[in-house]
């Protein structure tokens, strides 16, 4: 039961409002059920479903509701509110993180934090990029650079004879593409991923231990769970690309990796980014998922024989709780 009793918004994508029902490929879905079951009330939203009127935020929005075991909202009755009706705003529409992005994160400066808490604070997610500001953390990222000059990118990959390149505002393996010194197309790929020199890319050191997949760990304020997931590189890439069982191992995370881990939540939670997914290999860091993270519930369960979903509720609902000042600062 919900002892709270609070209303939750949930701005979630344009494609999955499209297929909101059964969808338990994606995070939201559980989270959303998961409140649901407990009583809480759940609206949906998306970015363009977000305004201001003068300077008070308010949302177009849906409310979920629960059928036989399953999600659904009331598409016929679409309801407008101050977004400070809501107790809690889950933020997670996927990237791109593009003009539209940033301007639906602007909304948020009208927001009053102190009534409404934000997960993640879409004003922190406009000063943290996924890729470029995992530099916060040197010590646990691979070499790498972000320009738009094709000779640098150039001089880097012969350096290190094998490297990733990738845009900074992309998410699911988009436009991300390996390079190495006998690559015969590096001059178009920097010239498309650049735009012929006018946009900042990264370039990552390959990381030789990714060819085996890439770990997801998974954190919750300042809590990093030891449910692990494995994802690996699709038949015909070298990377992560097919949401598909297949592609998922069981997997174990280190010590090192959790304290690396924590060290990392520590800085996110002090910054409002309260959920986060770190993808890692070969003890490095290859990005930081702060805009809608996935948590892979459904591979976990499967993998674990466990409801992960049951775990990661009662770790956001002493977050919630702890953000309200109802437990000590100790919990998470």
Same mark, same amino acid.
């Given at each position: 039961?919900?002892?709270? %009793? ?51 935020? *308010? ?35 996927? +990237? ?26 879409? =004003? ?42 990738? +845009?900074?505002? %992309? ?25 012929? /020199?006018?946009?900042?890319? @990264?370039?990552?050191? *390959?990381?030789? /231990? ?64 309260? @959920?986060?997914?770190?993808? =890692?290999?070969?003890?490095?860091? @290859? ?36 953000? %309200? ?8």
């Amino acid at each position: 039961m919900n002892s709270l %009793q609070q209303t939750i918004l949930f701005v979630i994508d344009d494609l999955e409002l499209k297929y909101f029902e059964f969808n338990d490929l994606v995070t939201n879905f559980w989270l959303i059920k998961e409140f649901l079951q407990r009583d809480f009330e759940v609206f949906i939203t998306v970015k363009s479903s977000l305004m201001t009127e003068g300077n008070i935020a *308010y949302t177009n929005c849906f409310e979920a509701y629960l059928k036989d075991g399953n999600i659904f909202y009331k598409k016929d009755e679409p309801k407008k509110y101050i977004i400070n009706h809501f107790d809690i705003v889950f933020f997670r529409p996927d +990237p791109p993180v593009d003009i539209d992005y940033i301007n639906a994160c602007s909304v948020f400066d009208y927001v009053d934090t102190e009534r409404t808490i934000l997960i993640n604070n879409p =004003v922190a997610i406009k000063n943290f990029n996924e890729k470029f500001h995992l530099n916060y953390f040197p010590e646990f990222a691979p070499e790498n650079i972000v320009t738009a000059n094709s000779d640098e990118i150039k001089n880097f990959v012969r350096e290190h004879k094998k490297a990733i390149i990738k +845009p900074l505002n %992309q998410c699911f393996g988009g436009g991300v593409y390996y390079l190495d010194t006998e690559e015969r197309n590096i001059n178009a790929i920097i010239k498309n991923l650049t735009n012929n /020199g006018k946009t900042m890319v @990264m370039v990552q050191k *390959y990381l030789e /231990g990714a060819s085996g997949g890439d770990k997801r760990i998974l954190i919750v304020g300042e809590y990093v769970f030891d449910e692990c997931i494995k994802k690996l590189p699709g038949k015909d890439d070298f990377k992560f690309s097919v949401h598909s069982d297949k592609y998922f191992e069981t997997s174990k995370l280190t010590l090192e990796e959790k304290e690396m881990a924590q060290k990392v939540a520590k800085h996110l939670n002090a910054v409002e980014l309260y @959920m986060a997914g770190l993808d =890692v290999a070969d003890g490095k860091i @290859m990005e930081i998922n702060v805009t809608s993270p996935c948590y892979f519930i459904r591979e976990i369960n499967a993998h674990n024989n466990e409801r992960f979903q049951d775990i990661l509720m009662d770790k956001l609902i002493e977050l919630i709780e702890l953000k %309200q000042g109802k437990l000590p600062a100790s919990i998470c």
